[in-house]
T-cell receptor
Framework: AQKITQTQPGMFVQEKEAVTLDCTYD???????LFWYKQPSSGEMIFLIYQGSYDQQNATEGRYSLNFQKARKSANLVISASQLGDSAMYFC??????????????FGPGTSLSVIP | DTEVTQTPKHLVMGMTNKKSLKCEQHMGHRAMYWYKQKAKKPPELMFVYSYEKLSINESVPSRFSPECPNSSLLNLHLHALQPEDSALYLCASSQDSRESYLFPYEQYFGPGTRLTVT
């Protein structure tokens, strides 16, 4: 069975500091994608970053980077230089590459990040 | 344009009302999804439409009725809801992952409809 674990229900970080949000996953699929989404209190799920299971290099998008350790089945999100607008719920998600035209995404329970001025 | 729109943003309805939620995307995506999300929980998949055909129904009660009139539109018809159905309803869309050599594509979400059932 596929599963995503996020062990940090809530985290605090000082403005301008870096923060790491943990994510571990379990799957037997050889090909899959890992995603991070941000959900502010307004409700919209914002796609942040993506990592393919065969990607050799860690993904980066601006201040976001994904620390991918395939053998450990972990895909931690690193946010550098935190800003007040980073305060939100963060979900780690995974989707296997199947043979269908749609994807069934598994979400982790989420981590609530609060940035302190 | 990576935008998924949803209307209305907020909806309050009584248990005997009939209402509809609407979702629209113009990214050419052929898979569209409805999720239900309770506060401080991850989204739960309700329905998936692929090429305008219902592909997944996650044992959702019949008081929720999805419809996909064309490749850009997705509706969720609501009737005789219960107070426990109050939640954020999110629509999402994605490309056909069979077009990707190795990996699935990400899903793009709309802003959601906050539904309150009184």
């Amino acid at each position: 069975a596929q599963k995503i674990t996020q062990t940090q229900p809530g985290m605090f970080v000082q403005e301008k500091e870096a923060v790491t949000l943990d994510c571990t996953y379990d799957t037997s699929d050889p090909s899959y994608g890992l995603f991070w989404y941000k959900q502010p209190s307004s409700g919209e799920m914002i796609f942040l970053i993506y990592q393919g299971s065969y990607d050799q290099q860690n993904a980066t998008e601006g201040r976001y980077s994904l620390n991918f350790q395939k053998a450990r089945k972990s895909a931690n999100l690193v946010i550098s230089a935190s800003q007040l607008g980073d305060s939100a719920m963060y979900f780690c998600a995974m989707s296997p590459r199947g043979k269908t035209s749609y994807d069934k995404v598994i979400f982790g329970p989420g981590t609530s990040l609060s940035v302190i001025p | 344009d990576t935008e998924v729109t949803q209307t209305p943003k907020h909806l309050v309805m009584g248990m005997t009302n009939k209402k509809s939620l609407k979702c629209e995307q113009h990214m050419g995506h052929r898979a569209m999804y409805w999720y239900k999300q309770k506060a401080k929980k991850p989204p739960e998949l309700m329905f998936v439409y692929s090429y305008e055909k219902l592909s997944i129904n996650e044992s959702v009660p019949s008081r929720f009725s999805p419809e996909c009139p064309n490749s850009s539109l997705l509706n969720l018809h609501l009737h005789a809801l219960q107070p426990e159905d109050s939640a954020l309803y999110l629509c999402a869309s994605s490309q056909d992952s069979r077009e990707s050599y190795l990996f699935p594509y990400e899903q793009y979400f709309g802003p959601g409809t906050r539904l309150t059932v009184t």
